[in-house]
Nanobody, 126 residues
């Protein structure tokens, strides 16, 4: 059974940094587009950042651009999200997701993703 496991969440003060990690057990990880999503209580799931299978194409939600950086290490089947200058509005459960096989490029539409982790909580205090 394929597993997606996120880690790295926690409590941080505004202006601080966190680095999220995601490990995927899927052997075809290096061929899959990947993304980070987040969902705050009472809000819809939001696409945060995505990366193509090579990592050369990346995308960001306007709310996190210039603060967050996505990267991947295909040899380790790992996806990362470096989050700097965190704000209280970044507080949410963060999810790692793998796109459906064959998807190309970079997408922030949750319907393009078929494999999801359980999430890691990020809380930013003011």
């Amino acid at each position: 059974q394929v597993q997606v496991v996120e880690s790295g969440g926690g409590l941080v003060q505004a202006g601080g940094s966190l680095r999220l990690s995601c490990i995927v057990s899927e052997l075809t990880f290096s061929t899959l587009s990947m993304a980070w999503f987040r969902q705050a209580p009472g809000k819809e799931r939001e696409g945060v950042s995505c990366a193509s299978w090579t990592g050369k194409i990346t995308g960001y939600a306007p709310s996190v651009e210039d603060r967050f950086t996505i990267s991947r290490d295909n040899a380790k089947r790992a996806l990362y999200l470096q989050m700097n200058s965190l704000k209280p509005e970044d507080t949410a459960m963060y999810y790692c997701a793998a796109a459906r096989p064959g998807a190309v490029g970079c997408s922030l539409r949750h319907t393009d993703f078929s494999l999801w982790g359980q999430g890691t909580q990020v809380t930013v205090s003011s």
